[in-house]
């Protein structure tokens, strides 16, 4: 059977796995009245659609109208839409505000409401803050960890000084277009590799 399979080039499990486009939500980290992500989320997904290598999708948590975590019975439509909408995912970019050196409450309940839907995958983050959100990011990364989700290195920064008009209106620095790609290669990658081990 072997010798006909060579012959025939079928292939293993694994690799029709990584054959497979993968997956990747944006994950917009703020729910607040007046954001900016929905903005920064944007731009990251035209540059992502640009390389046609994934299906790029803005996954808002606002849609999602969380409850906070362990105060109702877990019912509700929205925790379940939340848990399908994850377990549909490869890998995530989450496009990180920072609040108070952290990141904002909306984003630590939301990652707190889903538990296996996020094991085994891949993240990489786009941040801004007056220190360009890289605060909030290293608090990210460990809480990612918790729930077993690898972190890429490569993480655009960018300014509410130089990359933002106002505070309101988002204007990116070109320069900002190497790291995304960057991050994007490296939430692939990793992406396709983690997409084994749970396969």
Known sequence: ???????????????EITMEKLNIGII????????????????????????????????DIADFNLPFVFTTDGEEPGIKAWHDKLSSLDGFVFIVQEYNHSISGALKNAIDTAGEQWNNKAAGFVSYGSTGGARAVEHLRGILGEVQVADVRVHPTLSLFTDFENG??????ELHLENVNGMLDQVNKWSTALKTVRG
């Open 1 to 15: 059977m072997r010798f006909l399979e060579k012959i025939l080039g079928k292939r293993d499990s694994k690799e």
């Open 28 to 59: 917009l980290g703020s729910t607040r009245q007046g954001r900016v992500s929905p903005q920064v989320g944007a731009w990251v997904k035209d540059i992502a659609d640009k390389r046609g290598d994934a299906n790029y999708e803005i996954v």
């Open 168 to 173: 309101t209106v988002f204007k990116p620095a």
